[in-house]
């Protein structure tokens, strides 16, 4: 019952973490 929610969660770590890599790496020139 819990695995839907623990997947979300996951997946949602998982695309705030490509987010910030995204944003530090166009920060940097």
Do not use: E, F, Q, T
């Amino acid at each position: 019952m819990l695995a839907p929610l623990m997947n979300g969660l996951a997946m949602r770590d998982a695309l705030h973490r490509a987010y910030v890599n995204a944003r530090v790496m166009s920060a940097i020139p």
